[in-house]
């Protein structure tokens, strides 16, 4: 009896189980079924033609394309600083004087040598041409018997001596006039002007302070045209050449770029860092532009017309790319591996693997596999805001356009 109930056990249960396999096997059909009936809403856009621009990205800094360091020729006690930091100041001024009280007293002492050494020579002059007239004399006398030859040698003699004391005070007013002009000379040196007009960037001194030669009293910098070093990667450095418009960003005005010129690039390259160095000059008449800005610098190395996807529209698997377009025919979503080309923040460059009608997907992209069918939704390409942009102020004169 237990026996018999065990196997009516066994043909319940192998019969239930096998049901109800059925039944899930109809239920996955079903579900199955129904996700191929399913239709995924989706954006898409046509692509497009436009002009793309390959650009090499740097960074930088700001820094004058002139300035001066101010330093002291001898030291001194200051007497004078009249610009302090940010004063404007015009070539040729009087930035710094030294007091020159010493050095004017070494002038005028200076001054009275060389006027004493000046009549010395005269007198001096006078006896050498007194003596020249004695010997003359005496050759005359001689003609006619009443000189004597002692009575020449001692003329002759006092004629030389007055020769070579003539040459002796000639000596002296040249060391006095030496003497003179070097004090004049230290004189001027406690008076120091710029050859450069700019603004006052440093100021280390005040009045009465010493002012050592070692010592950087003021920096004055050129403001009018401003400069930024960059660093080109190895691959990019054929890429940039001297003439090349570059535009410029800093954090001060984000909304705004200035456009400057590469004026020199670097004939070698690092070789630590293959990088080569180049030097970018921007009018900045405005003054806007201020040195120790960090700076964003955009050269366009090339451009050409191109046809041209969202960014959004792409997909990656296998390290290889990929869009899904819209089936025209068939309302199906349709898997197309690119290969792209030059990138910016709102498309991307398709050098092959699409039609030039075609249709991509933007929005939904993630959803969908090979095949699924679409209800879509056909958007217009979003325009980038426009931003300001502050042309070459030798092109706008003022300089900004704000």
Not at 135 to 162: C, H, I, N, P, Y
Request: charged content about 30%.
């Amino acid at each position: 009896m237990r026996y018999l109930a065990f196997v009516i056990f066994c043909v319940i249960a192998s019969g239930t189980g096998w049901y109800l396999y059925q039944e899930s096997v109809a239920s996955t059909e079903t579900e199955s079924k129904q996700k191929e009936a399913e239709i995924v809403a989706v954006e898409a856009v046509s692509v497009r033609q436009q002009r793309v621009e390959e650009k090499i990205e740097l960074v930088g800094s700001l820094e004058p394309r002139a300035e001066v360091i101010i330093r002291s020729r001898v030291n001194g006690y200051l007497e004078k600083l009249p610009f302090d930091l940010g004063d404007h100041v015009e070539a040729d001024s009087i930035v710094a004087e030294l007091d020159n009280s010493d050095t004017q007293e070494l002038v005028v002492r200076a001054d009275a040598a060389q006027k004493v050494a000046e009549a010395q020579l005269a007198a001096q002059k006078s006896r050498e041409e007194q003596a020249a007239r004695e010997v003359k004399r005496l050759e005359e006398l001689a003609k006619s018997g009443v000189s004597t030859e002692q009575e020449m040698d001692e003329a002759v003699a006092v004629w030389d001596v007055a020769k070579a004391e003539l040459k002796l005070e000639e000596a002296r007013v040249n060391q006095a006039q030496s003497d003179l002009e070097r004090s004049r000379i230290t004189l001027e040196e406690l008076t120091i002007e710029t050859p450069l007009a700019g603004y006052v960037a440093e100021r280390n001194a005040e009045v009465g302070d010493l002012a050592r030669v070692e010592d950087i009293l003021l920096r004055i910098v050129d403001l009018n045209t401003v400069r930024t070093e960059a660093s080109v990667v190895e691959r990019d450095y054929e890429k940039v050449r001297v003439g090349q418009t570059a535009r410029i960003e800093v954090d001060t005005y984000a909304d705004q770029a200035f456009f400057g010129t590469v004026v020199r690039k670097s004939p070698v390259l690092d070789p630590d860092t293959r990088t080569g160095r180049i030097y970018i000059e921007v009018e900045n008449r405005s003054l806007k532009l201020k040195p120790g800005m960090h700076a964003r610098v955009s050269i366009v190395a090339s451009s050409h017309d191109a046809l041209v996807v969202p960014m959004s529209a792409i997909l990656e698997s296998n390290d290889r790319e990929f869009v899904f377009t819209v089936d025209p025919s068939t309302g199906q979503a349709s898997q197309q591996f690119i290969r792209t080309g030059i990138r910016t923040h709102e498309v991307v460059e398709v050098l092959s693997g699409l039609a030039d009608d075609a249709q991509v997907i933007t929005i939904g992209s993630r959803m969908i596999t090979e095949g699924a069918q679409l209800e879509v939704t056909l958007a217009n390409w979003k325009q980038p805001p426009a931003a300001t942009l502050v042309a070459s102020e030798s092109d706008t004169g003022a300089g900004s356009a704000d």
